[in-house]
């Protein structure tokens, strides 16, 4: 007996777009993204396309009108509902261009809900480009099977991230002068948690004892060694997601 073919199928490429989905939804695809679906993926008249808009789950859409340089996406079935994911949040300071961009890409594929970059004294970069940074997250978002981005904030300053501290987030703080072990600090606080990695030339003495003269801070060691920003930023997400996150 044949197998019966797996629906949606599991090659169907992923599409994040602006349009908000709904059945019977027409999603008029140009650009870049119609660029990917006909001339990289090979996508023909009533193929499936997975899309996803962040708020309405992940929809199966089947490609219409293909052109050259355009097609149409019509929503058929809801796939999958919103996802909830563990609520974590990145703070980090800008770093270099390709680093940051890696701790976007990898904050997403982790489950990050929110990244807060955060503006410190000793940053070697003091400007952000958002819109190369949303691109980064909806790269990810598409591959890892998110059916939201994390939310991206503007970049603040230290002495405003504190003062505006939300009441019940822990402020995990990576502190490369010193902390105390990760895991028996992470089980002893549970519950909404946010990650705070400095820059390349990390804190200074005063923001340090700014941050650890927060109530909500808990500083914490990642290990003997000094990280590069973006492997702390990276392991102690994971570390999170495995001690207090959704990989248990
Ligand atoms: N230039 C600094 C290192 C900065 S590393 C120095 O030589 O001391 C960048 C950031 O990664 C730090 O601010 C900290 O938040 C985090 N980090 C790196 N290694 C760490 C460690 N072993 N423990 C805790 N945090 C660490």
Redesign the pocket.
């Given at each position: 007996m044949p197998a019966t073919p797996a629906w949606p199928p599991q090659s169907a490429p992923r599409l994040h777009v602006e349009t908000q989905l709904g059945e019977g939804v027409a999603v008029s695809v140009d650009g870049n993204a119609a660029h990917y679906l006909i001339s990289v993926m090979r996508v023909k008249a009533d193929d499936i396309v997975l899309l996803f808009d962040g708020r309405s789950g992940e929809w199966a859409a089947r490609a219409r009108d293909i052109r050259k340089r355009d097609l149409v996406l019509m929503c058929e079935a809801q796939t999958r509902t919103i996802e909830q994911v563990p609520d974590f949040w990145l703070c980090c300071?800008p770093i270099r261009k390709g680093r940051i961009d890696l701790i976007a890409e990898k904050a997403c594929e982790l489950g990050v809900a929110r990244i807060q970059p955060v503006l410190t004294r000793r940053a070697v970069v003091d400007k952000l480009n958002l819109d190369r940074l949303h691109a980064h997250l909806v790269e990810a978002a598409e591959q890892c099977g998110r059916t939201a981005l994390p939310e991206l904030r503007e970049l603040l300053k230290l002495d405003a991230l504190l003062r505006d501290w939300p009441d019940g987030r822990h402020l995990f703080?990576?502190?490369?002068?010193?902390?105390m072990p990760l895991a028996q600090e992470l089980a002893a606080h549970r519950g909404p948690a946010a990650l705070?990695?400095?820059?390349?030339?990390?804190?200074d003495p005063a923001e340090r004892e700014a941050i650890r003269a927060h109530p909500a801070a808990v500083p914490?060691?990642?290990?003997?060694?000094?990280?590069?920003?973006e492997?702390?930023?990276i392991a102690?997400t994971a570390a999170w997601m495995t001690l207090n996150g959704d990989w248990q």
């Open positions: 300071a703080f990576a502190d490369e002068t010193g902390g705070l990695i400095g820059p390349e030339g990390g804190f914490l060691s990642l290990g003997p060694r000094i990280l590069r920003a492997t702390a930023a102690a």
